[in-house]
T-cell receptor
Framework: GDSVTQMEGPVTLSEEAFLTINCTYT??????LFWYVQYPGEGLQLLLKATKADDKGSNKGFEATYRKETTSFHLEKGSVQVSDSAVYFCALSDQTGANNLFFGTGTRLTVIP | DTEVTQTPKHLVMGMTNKKSLKCEQH?????MYWYKQKAKKPPELMFV???????INESVPSRFSPECPNSSLLNLHLHALQPEDSALYLC?????????????FGAGTRLSVL
């Protein structure tokens, strides 16, 4: 079945450091891929998305590229800020029409000044 | 407007209480979802409504009773809950048959069962 494997956390970085959070997926067909972010005490917000191979999603300085050959969708940011501290979830949508989302386990990022 | 509004934000209830969680969206989405999220875990799907009809029930205990009175509203009725039901309950909505399947989430209701 469809699934998402996400880099275990927690991740602690200094401000302005480079961020990579790994995400790989298993799916039949051509899923859409997402990164959601959850700030402390809040719900999930869509951070970025990609719907087909080689698409690059980007938002707020974060980027991720849909790599079909490696079944990956790694999240990157060149220079993190304290305000980026949150939990990041990789997710895929299975395109069956049931609109199901499969989430990774989440990666907690803490950025220290 | 991409807002999903959930009320209340916090709820404390005893095991004999009956309470309801409410979710509202005005994006014209015809798919609405309830998720349960425990601490340090991803959201777990509970129910899906499509065109106001229950389409998915992920083997959720009957003490959770969803209701979709119209295309903008989704309720979750709670009765005789257990302490292990304490969690963040998230509502989401999306377009039906949306190739991108973008789900928009509310801020959640943090439920504590005593």
């Amino acid at each position: 079945g469809d699934s998402v494997t996400q880099m275990e956390g927690p991740v602690t970085l200094s401000e302005e450091a480079f961020l990579t959070i790994n995400c790989t997926y298993t799916a039949t067909g051509y899923p859409s891929l997402f990164w959601y972010v959850q700030y402390p005490g809040e719900g999930l917000q869509l951070l970025l998305k990609a719907t087909k191979a080689d698409d690059k999603g980007s938002n707020k300085g974060f980027e991720a590229t849909y790599r079909k050959e490696t079944t990956s969708f790694h999240l990157e940011k060149g220079s993190v800020q304290v305000s980026d501290s949150a939990v990041y979830f990789c997710a895929l949508s299975d395109q069956t029409g049931a609109n199901n989302l499969f989430f990774g386990t989440g990666t907690r990022l803490t950025v220290i000044p | 407007d991409t807002e999903v509004t959930q009320t209340p934000k916090h709820l404390v209830m005893g095991m004999t209480n009956k309470k309801s969680l409410k979710c509202e969206q005005h994006m014209g989405h015809r798919a609405m979802y309830w998720y349960k999220q425990k601490a340090k875990k991803p959201p777990e799907l509970m129910f899906v409504y499509s065109y106001e009809k229950l389409s998915i029930n992920e083997s959720v205990p009957s003490r959770f009773s969803p209701e979709c009175p119209n295309s903008s509203l989704l309720n979750l009725h709670l009765h005789a809950l257990q302490p292990e039901d304490s969690a963040l309950y998230l509502c989401a909505s999306s377009r039906i048959r949306d190739k991108q399947n973008i789900q928009y989430f509310g801020a959640g209701t943090r439920l504590s069962v005593l």
